[in-house]
């Protein structure tokens, strides 16, 4: 079967961290289904220095996060799982309460209610008691919460090194083989 993941791109800080982990999975034999949301444009724009159509390019194919009719709007379009880096408080909401009007929350719905993998890296700081709220529902569902915090015992010296752990440990979660950063013990 083909292997497929999802990536969705929120209007969050931290779009480099989405970025890096599509550049991480394009020599993989695994299709990546890549979809971004209207803010996720403007912050790519504002922070990251590159087009979004060149962060496009970096999928095998693109959805728009209106296209409620995509393959990935369906359950049974199959698929390994889905990340959402970074996520927007506002998309985990929507994640939590099942408010798919989105193809981003609809997709992760799709996981969630499938028992596929569902990893959502929140960006946001501080939170508030709903934002909590989402991100506990969505752990009860089975969801990962993978806040954008990334440790620093592996003695990062550069943006490349926080962006290749956040990489790695978002892979390590989708059950992808990766060697993007310096385990601990190892
Ligand atoms: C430059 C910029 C940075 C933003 N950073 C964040 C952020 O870190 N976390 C967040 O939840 N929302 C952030 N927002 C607000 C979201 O873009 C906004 O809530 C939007 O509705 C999210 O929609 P989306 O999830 O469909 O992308 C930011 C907006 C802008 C313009």
């Not at 990251?48 to 194919?61: K, Y």
């Not at 990962?144 to 290749?164: C, K, N, Q, T, V």
């Not at 790695?168 to 992808?176: S, T």
């Amino acid at each position: 079967m083909q292997r497929r993941i999802v990536i969705g791109i929120c209007g969050a800080s931290g779009a480099q961290y989405g970025i890096e982990l599509l550049r991480a999975l394009q020599p993989l034999p695994i299709e990546t289904h890549l979809v971004l949301s209207r803010w996720a444009e403007v912050v790519i724009g504002e922070e990251c220095g590159i087009a979004a159509a060149e962060v496009r390019a970096l999928a095998d194919v693109v959805h728009d996060n209106g296209d409620l009719a995509a393959s990935i709007a369906s359950s049974s379009f199959l698929v390994e799982g889905m990340v959402v880096i970074p996520a927007s408080v506002k998309t985990l909401a929507e994640i939590a309460t099942g408010a798919a009007g989105s193809l981003i929350a609809r997709a992760a719905d799709n996981m969630l209610k499938t028992r596929r993998r569902l990893v959502v890296c929140v960006r946001e700081t501080p939170l508030s008691l709903p934002c909590i709220e989402n991100m506990r529902t969505v752990a009860l569902a089975g969801g990962m919460i993978a806040p954008l915090s990334p440790g620093f015992y592996h003695h990062p010296e550069s943006l490349a090194d926080l962006h290749r752990f956040m990489v790695g440990k978002v892979l390590d979660l989708l059950a992808i083989d990766n060697q993007q950063f310096q385990r601990w013990g190892e």
